[in-house]
C-alpha cells in the first residue's frame, strides 16, 4: 500500500508536538541506563565480597540474570517509546480540520483507486466527510488521470475508524487508518527507531 511517504509526512508534522515527548523520555531512558550500571556495580561489589563463600559460576549467573532484566527493561521502554510515537502520528489524522482531513483522504482516494468503479465502504463517523458531492470531486480527479471516475459509497461500517475501504466485485483494498498506520508501522519502526535512539531496533 502506497502510505509510506503520507505517514512520513504525519511523522514530520508530529515531530514538533513530539519533541518535548522525547527529551522527557530520553531522560528516563538514561535514568534507566545508569540505575542498571549502579545495580550491576552494586552486584559486583557484592559478588566480590562473596566470592570466597560463593562458587564463580553462580556469581556469573547472577550478574548475567541482573544485567539481562536490566536489558529487558530497558527494550520494553524504547518500545513503549515507539508506541508513544506512532499513537501521536494517529491522533494527528484524527484531530485534522475539516478541509485538512478530506485533502488527505482525496490523496489516498487518487493513491489507491485503480480502476474508478469501486464501492467505498467508509467509517459511521466520516459519513459527513465523505460525502456523495465529496465522491464527485474525486471522481473529477480520476478522471482526470484516466480512470473512470465511478466511485459509489456502500453502506457505511461502524468497524471502520477512518479511511476506507474500496470494493470491487470480490477484491478489497483496505485504505482505513488502521491498516495504513499498520503498513507504515511495518515500514517505519526501524528508521523511528534510529532517530530515537541512533541504532536499529
Known amino acids: 500500500?502506497?502510505?509510506?511517504?503520507?505517514?512520513?509526512?504525519?511523522?514530520?508534522?508530529?515531530?514538533?508536538?513530539a519533541d518535548t515527548i522525547l527529551t522527557s523520555f530520553r531522560k528516563e531512558v538514561e535514568a534507566?541506563?545508569?540505575?542498571?550500571?549502579?545495580?550491576?556495580?552494586?552486584?559486583?561489589?557484592?559478588?566480590a565480597k562473596?566470592?570466597?563463600?560463593?562458587a564463580e559460576e553462580v556469581v556469573k549467573r547472577e550478574l548475567s540474570s541482573k544485567q539481562?532484566?536490566?536489558?529487558?527493561?530497558?527494550?520494553?521502554?524504547?518500545?513503549?517509546l515507539i508506541d508513544r510515537i506512532f499513537?501521536?502520528?494517529?491522533?494527528?489524522?484524527?484531530?485534522?480540520k475539516s478541509e485538512e482531513y478530506k485533502d488527505f483522504l482525496k490523496t489516498l482516494f487518487l493513491k489507491t483507486v485503480e480502476t474508478g468503479e469501486e464501492e467505498v465502504i467508509i467509517g459511521k463517523k466520516d459519513v459527513r466527510?465523505?460525502?456523495p458531492s465529496f465522491l464527485q470531486t474525486v471522481n473529477r480527479e480520476l478522471k482526470k488521470t484516466g480512470k473512470e471516475g465511478k466511485l459509489r459509497l456502500g453502506e457505511p461500517s461502524s468497524e471502520i475508524d477512518g479511511g476506507f475501504i474500496l470494493r470491487k466485485g470480490r477484491k478489497e483494498t483496505d485504505v482505513t487508518?488502521?491498516?495504513?498506520?499498520?503498513?507504515?508501522?511495518?515500514?517505519?519502526?526501524?528508521e523511528v527507531a534510529e532517530i530515537l535512539f541512533g541504532e536499529e531496533k
Not at 500500500?1 to 514538533?16: C, F, G, N, Y
Not at 499513537?87 to 485534522?96: F, N, R
Request: glycine residues 2%; hydrophobic residues 40%; proline residues 1%.
Open 68 to 80: 539481562m532484566e536490566a536489558g529487558k527493561s530497558l527494550l520494553e521502554f524504547k518500545q513503549e
Open 50 to 54: 562473596e566470592a570466597e563463600l560463593r
Open 32 to 47: 534507566l541506563e545508569k540505575e542498571r550500571d549502579q545495580e550491576i556495580e552494586k552486584i559486583k561489589t557484592e559478588a
Open 129 to 131: 466527510q465523505i460525502t
Open 1 to 17: 500500500m502506497p502510505a509510506s511517504a503520507i505517514i512520513e509526512k504525519i511523522l514530520s508534522d508530529a515531530r514538533k508536538e
Open 177 to 190: 487508518l488502521s491498516a495504513l498506520f499498520a503498513s507504515a508501522r511495518d515500514e517505519l519502526e526501524t
Open 87 to 96: 499513537d501521536l502520528a494517529y491522533e494527528q489524522v484524527t484531530k485534522l
